[in-house]
C-alpha cells in the first residue's frame, strides 16, 4: 500500500474511488487536508462559534465518508461537498436556532414591491456589519443560495446541482432571496 503523502497528486474523483475500493481511511485524511478549513468556514458563517462550528464540521466530514459510496461523479466531488456541507449547515440551523425573520413571515406583497429583477448591484452596495446582520435573519434557505452566488462564486449551473433543481428554480430562489435580504437589510437601517 502507498503512502499517503502518494495519493496527494490524485484528484479528488481518484480519491474517492480509492477510497470506496479499499476503505483506507488513511486517503480520507487526503480530502480532509484538503477541504477542512473551508468546510469548518462554512459552518462557522452559519453558527458564528468555534465550538459549534469545529463539531459541525466534524459532522460534515462524518457524513461525506459515510457517503462516498453515493458519489456519482456527476458534478465535481468539491460541488458535491459543497452540496452536503450546506444542507447540513442549514438543517442544523433549522433545528438550533430560533429564526427573526422567517420566509413564511415575509409578505408577497413586500416580495413583489420589488421589480422583477433585483439588481445585484444592491447586494454589493450594503454596508458589510448590517449585511452581515441582514444575513442572520434571513431564512437558512436563502442565506444559503446567496453564500453559494455570491460568496463562493458557483454558477447557476453549479447550484443546480447542488441544489438538483432546474435552472428556473435557482434563478427564483436567488431572485426571491435577494429580495429578503433587502428587506431585510433596510429593515435593520431604519
Known amino acids: 500500500m502507498k503512502n499517503k503523502n502518494a495519493f496527494h497528486d490524485l484528484t479528488d474523483e481518484e480519491l474517492v474511488q480509492q477510497i470506496n475500493e479499499t476503505k483506507n481511511d488513511l486517503l ?3 480530502l480532509y487536508e484538503r477541504y477542512s478549513n473551508i468546510v ?4 462557522y458563517g452559519f453558527t458564528k462559534t468555534n465550538a459549534e ?3 459541525l464540521a466534524q459532522d460534515v466530514f462524518v457524513k461525506l465518508y459515510q457517503k462516498s459510496s453515493t458519489f456519482q461523479g456527476k458534478s465535481k466531488f468539491s460541488t458535491w461537498m459543497y452540496s452536503l456541507t450546506y444542507n447540513m449547515c442549514v438543517d442544523y440551523v433549522n433545528k438550533n436556532v ?3 425573520v422567517s420566509s413564511n413571515e415575509m409578505e ?3 416580495l413583489n414591491a420589488f421589480q422583477e429583477e433585483t439588481e445585484d448591484y444592491s447586494l454589493f452596495q450594503m454596508r458589510e456589519n448590517l449585511l452581515k446582520l ?3 435573519i434571513i431564512a437558512p ?3 444559503m443560495i446567496l ?3 455570491y460568496q463562493d462564486d458557483f454558477s447557476i449551473k453549479d447550484i443546480m446541482d447542488i441544489l438538483e433543481i432546474n435552472e428556473s428554480a435557482v434563478k427564483m430562489r436567488l431572485k426571491r432571496a435577494k429580495a429578503r435580504i433587502i428587506i431585510a437589510y433596510n429593515n435593520l437601517k431604519d
Open 147 to 149: 453564500l453559494l452566488k
Open 40 to 43: 469548518y468556514n462554512k459552518c
Open 98 to 100: 430560533i429564526k427573526t
Open 134 to 136: 441582514a444575513l442572520e
Open 108 to 110: 408577497l406583497e413586500d
Open 141 to 143: 434557505e436563502d442565506k
Open 28 to 30: 480520507f485524511g487526503v
Open 53 to 55: 462550528a469545529k463539531d
